[in-house]
């Protein structure tokens, strides 16, 4: 089992910045890729971005060049720098990790992008 938690979520401005964490513990020797998910009101769950257990990283087109996806290993911590925020990426932010067994999410946080 692994259990994640996200945070760092909250309201900013348009232009502005945010930094979301996600923090794994548990079984965290069987995650492959680790990754951030986000969902806006009446639209579907789409991966933002991802880190596999060897550092490479994919992103969403949407994201390229403004979001950032890190990790710290000692921490057992996953980050998404956010920069260049727009309205469009009000959205709740899932933190998602994937064993060779089963998936894992945690609970969410709003991110709240205000024009």
């Known amino acids: 089992q692994v259990q994640l938690v996200e945070s760092g979520g909250g309201l900013v401005q348009a232009g502005g910045s945010l930094r979301l964490a996600c923090a794994a513990s548990g079984a965290i020797f069987s995650i492959n890729t680790m990754g951030w998910y986000r969902q806006a009101p009446g639209k579907q769950r789409d991966v933002v971005a991802r880190i596999n257990k060897y550092g490479s990283t994919n992103y969403a087109d949407s994201v390229k060049g403004r979001f950032t996806i890190s990790r710290n290993v000692a921490k057992n911590t996953v980050y998404l720098q956010m920069t260049g925020l727009s309205p469009e990426d009000t959205a709740v932010y899932y933190c998602?990790?994937?064993?060779?067994?089963?998936?894992?999410w945690g609970a969410g946080t709003l991110v709240t992008v205000s024009s």
């Open positions: 998602h990790c994937s064993t060779n067994r089963l998936d894992y």
